[in-house]
């Protein structure tokens, strides 16, 4: 639905007066959670994002792995709630269907230094009590023939795995919808303003809001947000992070998620398989002073140096796309999960670095009991913890498929030949809460144009699909919404 | 004898019509797309059939002509429907807005076709806004679809299709800033270089590439730089404006169907090794077309799609006399590389060499000795050249040969 | 365009007849004799001939087609070369252009454009 306040889901029309109990800043995976699990309560809920779709920043550009928590220092809030996203996430991908594989992780060992690092690790996971195991040469190339043969030893550690981002954005938005909360896309928080009532004025490029606790999960931006509430002892800097995926033909190459031993500037380079059978190789990890998505040259290169020298394998000759993501790294060496200093009823979860995406239940089960510092929670009755997506017909038996292209031939009719996904799966991803707008938005949803061709064949087709369905000109129908547009629209207008 | 041929391009369209002429009973073209055709409907422009017809026809009448065949000549069409799965006892499964279906014909015809590589093949940094497009997908989007894909253009890539592709966009009036290509040399036919670009001046910078797309929603610029010995040299980098990337950086068979029946994939063809009849190593299984090789030309896309189609029907069980021909120095594909022994014809095999060569001779050699030779002028990589083998040289050949096809220059 | 035709000295085409694409080597001298080398063919000889005297090209576009349940343009061609400084003229001539199903390649779209006693024909058939 579209209002003048931004597109907004599961709602009318947004009255400028709006008041909420909990409004979120930020539909990353750590908004997306809180949100999820505020809905259990008798609570007005709204998550606000400044992008056109959920997940669409830090959340959707990270390497998708489920670490085991033996990295984190151990005493710190980041490995306490690693430790806890690990279990939560077993439960909630249950709940919310959400692809997730417990592949197991190595960290590989070629030398001395590499050793002691390795050594470390192992000692930090009994100290937190997670699963980790010490193995040999013979044992690590036993699991994982392929890596590079002058492996010394590595780290084992059966529960870690990979898990789909963007469904889990997704599905976790989904299911707080599904609960009562509300959604507004393409809305950005200038300023918050604590007002003499007690009440945040929320102020957005589309008007003001009024909420009576306020969290900043803003990803990157979560010190601005802070500083505009007059909190300043906090700042952050991206550290990108540039990757390589390749074709699903060689997705099998590893069976575990491989690392190299860390050192002091992260977990270096990684290779490992995603949820949908393709090879995920990176990243990298660079300081920058200003946000640039943007990959390098020089980037690039390195990824493929550093995969090379876990795993040798012509990843080049495989490769269909490259992406970076930026890290949040804040100015403590923790994640900060905690009430503001100057606000009352402003919470912040900032510096939200690795391992966010597996802390993020974590930090949600945190934020709540934060709130329950300012506001009485009530659980609902009918809360309702499931979430499905709509069918996925490549994950069907073909006689499952066959009754529902009987219900609609649409979904006998492939737009995406790379990953066969139906014109009834686009379609029913365009009517799905939080719905697909775009062209981004349908392919985290259904992976049309994630495939091997990149949407050569297919984005033509989804811009008619596009534009019929939701009733836009050629030229309103994009990419990633603003001005992301496809095409300027028929190139006979006007002529007569 | 029941044949499915899978695709409805020119290959399809052609390996079905001469199925059936040969006397199948019953042939089915499986065509994914709402229309028979191919690549062929989205190119417009002419410069096809000089060979098959002996005329110059545009890429659609290329196309109706086949059509017309296809029509006179009983074959079943099958439209919206696309082969989703291929086992390797040749059961289909098709998906179709009616429902799934599973045929298991006698003999199977894979007449796929290729897909573009896209930008994410060749890594070119930068951010990633909308507005790059494979050139094949820009083709169909402003001649099948109708749409103004870019106002201010630049192109990656001067193969034929890149060249085309620029005019094209041209003609419907965007500003198209140039085409950048890799190489030293154009890589698609002299005649486009010259209707293409020269005729509407149009740069075409040869040892160029792009290095970076810029724009944060929609692309506002490129970044292009000459290269040297693979590598851009530092302070060539140019700045061109523009709100499109085009690129044609190549095809690649679409071989997926192929490799699901167990077929291995040739690295140099992108596609499973086939016999003169365009038969795998599967006995009753064919690929022709752009789905075992890049051809180029339509012209020869028919031409193999027909010899598959009636040997389809004659079939009963492989000569198991096979030779091997593999690519040798100076030669980056053959075409084919099984050589089926004691045919009633002499094979025809195709070869494409990896730079230009003015004047050379292409060889045929079994270890060190030389079965046959050629002498060549103006070999080009864009173009598929014929190695014209004799009835007493293909006679020499013997079972279980490995062939090297190669050339040199003086 | 880049080359000249009232340039009394050695000119070089590509050929644009057939795939070969011959180096035309075309000389013009002082009586406006004009001499090709490098042409595989006679063709090539006739096509410098026109390049020099009056450069001349097909062109190949797209018109608006109504009706059809699948398709919303019908390719086209002009039927005769068009002088090669006046294309822009015909394409946007040809941009003006709507027609309805039942069309069938050859039929004349839109009959001497320009006057130049050109016709811009259908390359495809489409029945509905
Ligand atoms: C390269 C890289 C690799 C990583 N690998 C892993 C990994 O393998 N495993 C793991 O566990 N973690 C990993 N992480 C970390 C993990 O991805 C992040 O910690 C997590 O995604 C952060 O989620 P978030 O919700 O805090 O931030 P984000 O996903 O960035 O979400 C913040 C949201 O806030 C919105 N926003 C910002 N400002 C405003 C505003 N003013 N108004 C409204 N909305 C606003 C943004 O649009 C964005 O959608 C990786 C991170 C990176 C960058
Ligand atoms: C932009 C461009 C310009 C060209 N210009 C020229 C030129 O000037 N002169 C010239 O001679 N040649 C030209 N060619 C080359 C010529 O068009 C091709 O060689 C020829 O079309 C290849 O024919 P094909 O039948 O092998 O493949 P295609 O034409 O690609 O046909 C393959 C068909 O198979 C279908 N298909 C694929 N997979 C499935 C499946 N699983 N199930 C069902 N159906 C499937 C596809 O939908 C498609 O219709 C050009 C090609 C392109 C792309
Ligand atoms: S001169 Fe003849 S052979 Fe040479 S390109 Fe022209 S038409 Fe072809």
Known sequence: ?496 | MFVAVVGGGPAGMAAAVSAKRAGADRVVIIERAERLGGVLPQCIHSGFGVNYYGEDLTGPEFAERLRADVKASSVEVWLNAMVIEARPDKTLIISTPHGISFVKPDAVIFAVGARERPRGAIAIPGARPAGVYTAGTAQYMINIQGFEVGKEVFVLGSGDIGLITARRMALEGAKVHGVAELMPFPGGLARNVQQCLKDFNIPLLLSHTVTEVLGSERVEAVKVAQVENGKTVPGTEKVFPVDTLVLSVGLLPEAELIRQMGLPILPYTGSAAVDQFFQTDLPGVYVVGNGVGIWDLVDNVAMSASVAGSHAVKYEGRSSDLAEVLPGVGVRVVIPQRLSLGESDVPRIWFRVACPIPVGVALLTRGEEVIARKGFAGLKPAEMAEFPLKEEQYRAIRPGDKLHLRVQQP | MSEKTDQKSALEFTCIVCPVGCTLNVTVSEGNQIRVLGNRCPKGAEYALTEVTNPQRYVQSTVVLMGSKTERRLPVKTDKPVPKDRIFEVVNEIRKVKVNVPVKVGDVVLENVLGLGVNVVATRTVEE
């Open chain 1, 1 to 496: 639905m579209e209002t003048s306040s931004g597109k907004s889901s599961g709602m009318g029309p947004v009255a400028h007066t709006a008041v909420y109990d909990v409004i979120i800043i930020g539909a990353g995976i750590v908004g997306a959670a809180a949100f999820r699990e505020l809905c259990k309560y008798d609570l007005r809920v709204l998550l606000l994002d400044s992008l056109h779709d959920v997940g669409g920043d830090a959340s959707r550009a990270n390497s998708a792995i489920l670490h085991g928590g033996f990295d984190p220092q151990p005493g710190t809030l980041m490995s306490d709630l690693n430790k806890e996203g690990v279990q939560l996430w077993f439960q909630w991908t249950q709940e919310l269907s959400i692809d997730v594989e417990w592949t197991g992780s190595l960290v590989l060992a070629f030398n001395d230094a590499d050793i002691a690092e390795i050594t470390r690790l192992y000692h930090n996971g009994k100290k937190v009590r997670v699963p980790v195991k010490f193995l040999g040469r013979d044992e690590t190339l036993r699991r994982e023939p392929v890596v590079n043969p002058e492996v010394r030893a590595s780290l084992y550690a059966p529960v870690s795995g990979i898990i789909d981002p963007f469904q889990a954005v997704v599905a976790l938005v989904g299911s707080g919808l599904k609960n009562g909360g509300k959604l507004m896309l393409d809305t950005e928080v200038t300023h918050l303003v604590k007002l003499p009532d007690g009440y945040i004025a929320v102020q957005t490029n589309h008007g003001e809001l009024r909420t009576k606790v306020v969290i900043n999960a803003a990803g990157l931006n979560a010190a601005h947000i802070m500083r505009t509430a007059g909190e300043d002892w906090f700042s952050i800097h991206p550290r990108r992070g540039q990757y390589f995926i390749l074709d699903k033909n060689v997705g099998n190459l590893v069976r575990h998620v491989i690392f190299r031993a860390p050192t002091p500037k992260g977990k270096g380079v990684l290779v490992s398989r995603t949820t949908h059978g393709n090879l995920l190789i990176g990243p990298t990890a660079e300081d920058l002073t200003e946000p640039d998505r943007r990959t390098t040259a020089e980037g690039l290169a390195e990824v493929l140096q550093g995969a090379k020298y876990l795993v040798p394998f012509p990843y080049e000759r495989h490769a269909i796309a490259q992406y970076a993501g930026l890290r949040a790294i804040g100015s403590v060496d923790d994640f900060v999960v905690q009430h503001s200093k100057v606000m009352e009823g402003l919470i912040n979860a900032a510096g939200i670095k690795s391992p966010g995406l597996t802390a993020a239940p974590g930090i949600a089960h945190r934020l709540i009991e934060l709130v329950t510092d300012l506001l009485t929670l009530e659980e609902k009755r009918d809360f309702d913890p499931y979430f499905e997506f709509p069918p996925i017909l490549r994950e069907l038996p073909y006689v499952d498929r066959e009754r529902l292209i009987k219900e609609d031939p649409t979904y006998g009719h492939m737009v995406c030949r790379c990953e066969l996904v139906t014109e009834g799966e686009i379609k029913s991803v365009l009517r799905m809460q939080p719905a697909a707008t775009d062209l981004d938005s349908i392919k985290r949803r259904v992976r049309a144009t994630a495939g091997r061709c990149q949407g050569g064949f297919c984005t033509p087709r989804i811009i008619d699909i596009l534009s019929r369905e939701l009733n836009l000109s050629y030229d309103q129908v994009t990419k990633f919404g603003r001005n992301s547009k496809l095409v300027y629209g028929d190139n006979r207008r006007g002529d007569a």
